[in-house]
């Protein structure tokens, strides 16, 4: 009996393992053939400046992809990250170009660039922790919440300066406030800030969610809000803390693309938060919480970025490229599911085999 | 079983993504080896005998949506696609970042010119100088940028010369006296500011005329129906609208007409086909023509001569004529440019 099941166990195992490796790895799968596919199809696609640039481009939506990969592993959305972009960009152009009144005395500060900087992440992190707030003490759904921050958002970054764009963000030297756009157009050992940044908070992010106990809580959160709650997590706070990465995030890249510009426009970042959810979702993070991983974020964001630059440089007209990311997206979540049944079928053959065959293999 | 049909699955997730991508890949450059045809006599020997006619030239216009800059571009790169060039026809979305990125796809695909309708007058300076420092010329039609001396000619329509010449209109179809409201575009776009300066640098000289409202539709059909119809609401005895551009106008008169108010006079801006149609059926009054064809061909020559002399000859800042239609004349274009062979309308 025992041989017979042990005879039977590793070839049965091996096929469905097969095809959950298969189904795990779609996207990489995906993004490798895209390559090749577009390095044949255009002679510049392969070459190392091009891939730079897209490497740059992709950036933007991978660090919203990040930040949102914590709130989707919560269960959460956060919908209002490209609102956020936008506020940020603003707050930033509104710091370099006018400073900072400080109201009764009537004087104005020019804060130093990298104040500027730290000033417009913390106030991402701020709407942030307003969306997680909202949440938890008035349990508002996360879509609604942040829906509203959309807007409210939105609408602040159009106040700053009533709808204007802050042109020309160079700084004056008798400021000190100069440098501001080294962020978006300089480089470190030949690459551009944007992609250092991207690296640097991918990894933060793996190593956050991967090996610590606040990692931990946000899959338990996700996984089984009460289960999580009764075996000791803090849950609203770990909600909240997800939600402020997120605003973070966006505010990272409110003054990249700013930087990037030389310019805040109040309606930068629109649409963003759907680019970054598509990222999050092709990587395979369930919305439904508790599944998912960074890397596969990664992957995703990349997909959707070799998508977007590939079919830009063959020319395809912009209405083919949405109908081809839209369905790009849609089957990725069709194998998702796929994956799912998969592994369920794996879960049910090891129970059968450990009724079958409870003694030690050995 | 299972990993033949998740194999199978697998392919479909691409079979759409690079389907598409090769057949657009083929269906793209065919138009341009139509194109080319009745003019390889000489195109075909240009590239190699180092005239340097020949080369990729990007075309980037907002949403092509909007038939003003589908129009736009077309033209553009057919002119290019003339001239012996290819052509990568691209859409910013008004998203100055998105504009960003295309040009720099642009840079590295070597393209030997971009001619841009831009998606910002300050926030798309960094990326036209971008393109600029990679040695690629850019030529603006349409929008301004606030920067000179970094693209190689910005060719815009004479906007403030294009509402005066509304303005004056309007007024005479009002009689130099009554109630009107104003329609204006986008608070962000220099355009709608230009030629609100315009008309009332006309109007405010006519003391019969008084200004009722002044509200932005944000250059949208829609809005342009709900801002008139709740402006209705307060001044019922409105005389005159004129707007912005035609969408917004074609908005009010849509909501015009559902209220029963078709004595109303409506005037737009642009020229567009669904404008010339509207003032052909007796609804919108008057419009003023933009220039796009000759905007877009003259971008698309200069581009030429420049890649080939390096030099366009003429300044950087041009601008061109507007042309006013009226019943009179409106049915004598289509597609912003004149029609060939069209007679005068009845």
Same mark, same amino acid.
């Given at each position: 009996m $025992? ?6 166990r590793p ?5 469905t ?10 996207? #990489?799968?995906?993004?490798? =053939?895209?390559?090749?596919v ?5 002679p510049?696609?392969l070459?190392?400046?091009?891939l730079? +640039? #897209?490497?740059?481009q ?15 592993? $919560? ?6 990250v ?6 940020t960009?603003?707050?930033a152009?509104? #710091? +370099?170009?006018e400073g900072?009144?400080i109201?009764?005395?009537? !004087? +104005?500060?020019?804060? &130093?660039?990298?104040?500027?900087? =730290?000033?417009?992440?913390v106030?991402?992190?701020?709407v942030?922790?307003?969306?997680g707030l909202?949440i938890?003490r ?16 939105r609408?602040?970054?159009?106040l700053?300066?009533?709808g204007n $764009?802050?042109p ?14 080294e962020?978006?157009a ?5 690459v ?8 640097? #908070?991918?990894?933060?992010?793996w190593?956050?969610t ?9 899959y338990a959160v ?14 609203d706070? $770990?909600?909240? =803390?997800?939600y ?20 805040? &426009?109040?309606?930068t970042?629109?649409f963003?938060?759907l680019?970054a959810i ?10 439904s919480g508790?599944?998912?991983? +960074?890397?596969?974020t990664?992957?995703?964001a990349? =997909?959707?970025? !070799? ?10 007209s912009s209405f083919?490229?949405l109908?081809v990311k ?9 194998? /998702?599911?796929l994956q799912?049944r998969?592994?369920?079928?794996i ?5 059968? &085999?450990a /009724? ?7 | ?13 691409l ?5 598409l991508?090769?057949c657009?890949?083929t269906s793209?450059?065919s138009?341009s080896?139509?194109?080319? @045809?009745? %003019? ?5 020997a ?13 075309v ?33 979305d008004?998203?100055?970042n998105?504009?960003l ?5 642009c840079?590295?695909?070597q393209a ?5 309708d831009?998606a ?8 036209v100088q971008?393109?600029?420092?990679a040695g690629? @010329?850019s ?8 920067q000179?001396?970094?693209?190689a000619a910005?060719i815009?329509s004479?906007?403030?010369?294009g509402a005066?010449?509304? %303005?004056?209109?309007?007024?005479e ?5 009554g ?5 204006t575009?986008?608070?962000?776009d220099t355009?709608a ?7 009332h640098?006309?109007i ?8 009722? %409202?002044q ?5 949208s059909q829609?809005?342009?129906f709900?801002?008139m119809?709740?402006?209705l609401?307060a001044?019922?005895n ?5 707007a912005?551009n ?15 108010k ?7 801006f ?17 419009t ?7 905007m ?11 890649i ?8 950087e ?9 009226? @019943?009179?004349?409106a049915c004598?274009?289509e597609?912003?440019a ?8 009845s």
């Amino acid at each position: 009996m $025992t041989a017979r099941a042990q005879a039977i166990r590793p070839r049965g195992l091996t096929r469905t393992e097969v095809a959950q490796v298969l189904l795990r790895g779609t996207a #990489l799968i995906a993004l490798a =053939v895209m390559v090749v596919v577009f390095g044949a199809l255009s002679p510049t696609f392969l070459q190392l400046t091009n891939l730079e +640039i #897209l490497a740059k481009q992709t950036a933007i939506n991978a660090i919203l992809a990040i930040g949102m990969t914590f709130v989707i592993l $919560t269960g959460g959305i956060d919908l209002s990250v490209g609102s956020i972009v936008g506020l940020t960009a603003m707050i930033a152009g509104l #710091l +370099i170009n006018e400073g900072l009144q400080i109201g009764a005395l009537g !004087v +104005i500060v020019y804060p &130093h660039t990298w104040m500027v900087m =730290v000033i417009a992440l913390v106030a991402g992190a701020l709407v942030g922790a307003i969306n997680g707030l909202i949440i938890t003490r008035f349990s508002v759904a996360p879509f609604i919440a942040t829906l509203g921050m959309l807007y409210v958002a939105r609408g602040a970054a159009g106040l700053l300066n009533n709808g204007n $764009t802050f042109p020309n963000l160079v700084g004056r030297p008798e400021l000190g406030n100069t440098g501001f756009a080294e962020l978006g157009a300089g480089e470190l050992l030949g690459v551009s800030w944007a992609i250092w940044i991207m690296g640097a #908070l991918a990894l933060v992010a793996w190593f956050v969610t991967s090996l610590t106990p606040f990692g931990r809580a946000v899959y338990a959160v996700g996984g089984n809000q009460r289960s999580a709650e009764l075996s000791g997590i803090r849950v609203d706070r $770990t909600k909240l =803390v997800v939600y402020m990465i997120s605003g973070l995030c966006a505010a990272t890249v409110g003054l990249i693309i700013a930087s990037q510009l030389v310019a805040a &426009h109040p309606a930068t970042g629109e649409f963003f938060e759907l680019n970054a959810i598509a990222a999050v979702v092709l990587g395979g993070t369930s919305l439904s919480g508790g599944r998912g991983t +960074i890397v596969g974020t990664m992957i995703g964001a990349f =997909v959707i970025g !070799v998508l977007t630059v590939g079919l830009n440089q063959l020319g395809v007209s912009s209405f083919w490229q949405l109908i081809v990311k839209g369905s790009v997206i849609v089957l990725a979540l069709v194998l /998702d599911q796929l994956q799912v049944r998969v592994q369920r079928r794996i879960a049910l053959q090891q129970q059968a &085999h450990a /009724d079958v065959a409870p003694a030690p293999a050995g | 079983m299972i990993d033949r049909r998740t194999a199978g699955l697998k392919g479909l997730i691409l079979i759409p993504a690079l389907a598409l991508a090769a057949c657009q890949g083929t269906s793209q450059a065919s138009p341009s080896a139509a194109t080319q @045809p009745p %003019a390889t006599s000489e195109p075909t020997a240009a590239p190699s005998s180092g005239g340097e006619a020949g080369g990729l030239v990007c075309v980037i216009v907002p949403p092509v949506e909007n038939p003003f800059f589908g129009a736009m571009q077309q033209i553009a790169a057919d002119k290019a696609e003339e001239l012996g060039y290819t052509t990568l026809r691209l859409v910013h979305d008004d998203d100055a970042n998105k504009q960003l990125e295309l040009f720099e796809n642009c840079i590295s695909q070597q393209a030997k010119a971009i001619i841009l309708d831009n998606a910002g007058a300050d926030a798309s300076v960094a990326a036209v100088q971008k393109a600029k420092e990679a040695g690629i @010329p850019s030529f603006l039609v349409d929008r301004e940028i606030t920067q000179e001396g970094v693209a190689a000619a910005q060719i815009v329509s004479n906007n403030f010369q294009g509402a005066t010449i509304l %303005a004056e209109r309007f007024v005479e179809l009002m009689g130099e006296e009554g109630e009107y409201i104003e329609l204006t575009g986008k608070d962000t776009d220099t355009n709608a500011h230009v030629r609100s300066d315009g008309y009332h640098d006309v109007i405010d000289k006519i003391p019969g005329m008084t200004m009722v %409202a002044q509200q932005t539709a944000n250059w949208s059909q829609p809005e342009g129906f709900s801002v008139m119809e709740s402006l209705l609401q307060a001044h019922p005895n409105v005389k005159g609208v004129i707007a912005g551009n035609d969408t917004m106008a074609l908005g009010a008169q849509a909501a015009l007409i559902a209220a029963g108010k078709t004595d109303v006079i409506v005037v737009g801006f642009d020229g567009s086909d669904d404008a010339i149609q509207s003032i052909g059926k007796g609804e919108l009054k008057a419009t003023s023509l933009q220039p796009v064809a000759e905007m877009a061909i003259q971008a698309a020559i200069q581009a030429d001569l420049f890649i080939r002399t390096g030099s366009t000859g003429k300044p950087e800042k041009q601008s061109i004529d507007m042309v006013l239609l009226t @019943p009179d004349n409106a049915c004598q274009y289509e597609q912003f440019a004149p029609k060939e062979g069209a007679g005068s309308c009845s």
